[in-house]
């Protein structure tokens, strides 16, 4: 994990999950752990121009970083790969305000495993989250009784774990 320097952990923490041509992205305070908002899934020159003209208020930007694991990678990860170097040149203005997180970061973090799979994760997500919805998981809830999760769909949920994994390393 790369991070600069963090001032301080009360903050609006803007999470990034890239992708070639659309990212999951989620703003989060991070004492609360709520989510201020969720795009969901954006376009990535519609989020690289938000970013560029200041129009998400954040103090710091978390964004999964892609890895090296000895296999062969194709076109599609080198495209992630550029996607993530332009929104940290976009985010920067001091060069010390994001953080990049891997994947097996984020499964250390929350389950505490390499092992976990994307369910594993999103359950762990669920967990860190009272149920003050309606429906099977209250956590999310519904339209008609939403819980703090309700809106997070996607590519938003691995941009949510991205953050508190975040947290998690800034405790």
Not at 33 to 48: K, M, P, R, T
Request: hydrophobic letters at 35%.
């Amino acid at each position: 994990m790369y991070t600069a320097k963090i001032k301080s952990t009360k903050m609006k923490l803007l999470c990034i999950d890239p992708g070639t041509e659309t990212s999951g992205v989620v703003l989060i305070d991070t004492e609360t752990q709520n989510i201020i908002q969720s795009w969901g899934e954006i376009n990535n020159f519609a989020l690289l121009a938000m970013i560029s003209l200041d129009e998400i208020e954040s103090d710091h930007m978390a964004i999964e970083m892609i890895a090296s694991y000895g296999m062969a990678v194709g076109k599609t990860t080198f495209e992630t790969c550029v996607w993530i170097g332009r929104f940290i040149q976009a985010y920067n203005k001091d060069n010390e305000n994001h953080t990049c997180i891997y994947r097996g970061d984020v499964k250390d973090a929350l389950c505490r495993s390499r092992k976990a799979k994307d369910a594993n994760i999103r359950q762990a997500l669920i967990d860190r989250y009272k149920g003050t919805g309606g429906g099977k998981c209250p956590q999310v809830g519904t339209k008609s009784s939403p819980g703090p999760l309700y809106g997070i769909s996607t590519h938003a949920w691995p941009a949510l774990a991205i953050g508190h994994t975040w947290i998690e390393m800034n405790k």
